[in-house]
Nanobody
Framework: QVQLVEFGGGLVQAGGSLRLSCTAS????????TGWFRQAPGKEREFVAVIKWSDTSTYYADSVKGRFTISRDNTKNTVYLQMNRLKPEDTAVYSC????????????????????WGQGTQVTVSS
């Protein structure tokens, strides 16, 4: 049974930092690209970032570029999302997902491309 579990959400003041982690069981991240998405109340799910396992290529949404960094740890089968200079508009439930290792990472900004999802972790940024 495949399971993705996110950790690290919480409440932080604007300008602060959080690091989210996503750990997989029942699948090996090296066979997938791993993305982060977020969904704020009343809004559609939004792409945040994605990383390929094969060559660590990354792709970010414009709204987080320069503030967020996605990375992975092979030995722990874990993907991280380091979030710096957080803003109130970053408040959302953040979820990780595993999808195909597509050559063009831009195609992985579509949630429909992903096969497995975590349950999500709440990030709240106060002003």
């Amino acid at each position: 049974q495949v399971q993705l579990v996110e950790f690290g959400g919480g409440l932080v003041q604007a300008g602060g930092s959080l690091r989210l982690s996503c750990t997989a069981s029942g699948l090996t991240f090296s066979n997938y690209a791993t993305g982060w998405f977020r969904q704020a109340p009343g809004k559609e799910r939004e792409f945040v970032a994605v990383i390929k396992w094969s060559d660590t290529s990354t792709y970010y949404a414009d709204s987080v570029k320069g503030r967020f960094t996605i990375s992975r740890d092979n030995t722990k089968n874990t993907v991280y999302l380091q979030m710096n200079r957080l803003k109130p508009e970053d408040t959302a439930v953040y979820s990780c997902a595993a999808g195909p290792n597509l050559t063009n990472l831009r195609r992985l900004d579509n949630a429909g491309k992903y096969d497995y999802w975590g349950q999500g972790t709440q990030v709240t940024v106060s002003s």
